[in-house]
């Protein structure tokens, strides 16, 4: 990460109450120079853990570094301390929403392009905003859960069908919420564009078993480094 990246907790307040948070802790990445240049915001949603999984940290640090906006964010349950049990689509769809108006509460630096990410649940919750009237340039998923653990006759793809923008996926080679061949024969029907990387022999999370350290992080810098490169490839097109 490199000293020019600046990192500011902050709260964003909910316009009504959420299993029980009337506010969640997000952090926000400023890249040097903002909010002059493109003004490129991207917004990561975590998984079942929190706003500081490894993953989505380290992720959100190397876009900050590299010219873009970042922001990550609680879900309610993880800013009660809870496992997600049966989590409820809408209030996780609200919970993003709230972490989009913090971006446009300052009209001075509103963001001129918009790239929506998320792990795990994170990433349906992305998948599920996209099909609604935000406009997104593009979408990020890492480790999409296609379907149940185990269960691959039953994926839940509704709504990448319903996507319009371009859509990057990362995931793990042995990950048991996505078996890559049902996931590139539903892609193959999606309309709009989309990239698969896949890292061999990896979980959800894009780790290997028995990985050192330096590997981890080493995993941790490729994935961040294929999202940027994708994003730059859609900004160029644009």
Not at 58 to 84: D, I, V, W, Y
Not at 200 to 216: M, N
Not at 221 to 238: H, K, N, Y
Request: charged residues 25%.
């Amino acid at each position: 990460m490199e000293e020019s990246a600046k990192f500011k907790e902050v709260q964003i307040e909910l316009p009504e109450p959420l299993e029980g948070c009337e506010s969640l802790s997000a952090v926000v990445g400023f890249p040097e120079w903002w909010p002059t240049g493109a003004r490129i915001a991207v917004v990561i949603a975590h998984g079942e853990g929190d706003l500081n999984d490894p993953l989505i940290t380290s992720l959100h640090h190397q876009l900050a570094a590299h010219r873009f906006l970042t922001l990550r964010f609680n879900f309610p349950f993880a800013e009660a301390g809870k496992k997600p049990k049966n989590p409820d689509p809408a209030v996780l769809e609200k919970a993003f929403r709230a972490a989009l108006r913090l971006l446009a509460q300052d009209k001075t630096s509103a963001p001129s392009h918009l790239f929506l990410g998320g792990m795990g649940l994170g990433a349906q919750a992305a998948a599920r905003l996209a099909t609604s009237r935000i406009h997104a340039d593009g979408l990020f998923f890492l480790g999409f859960p296609l379907h149940p653990k185990g269960a691959p006759g039953k994926p839940d793809i509704e709504a990448l069908y319903r996507i319009t923008s371009s859509m990057l996926f990362l995931q793990g080679g042995a990950d048991p919420r996505c078996d890559l061949d049902v996931l590139r024969r539903s892609l193959s029907r999606v309309g709009a564009p989309t990239v698969l990387r896949i890292f061999e022999e990896a979980d959800g999370s894009l780790l290997r078993p028995g990985l050192s350290e330096a590997e981890r992080l080493g995993t941790y810098r490729a994935a961040s480094r294929i999202v940027a490169e994708w994003m730059e490839g859609i900004l160029d097109d644009t």
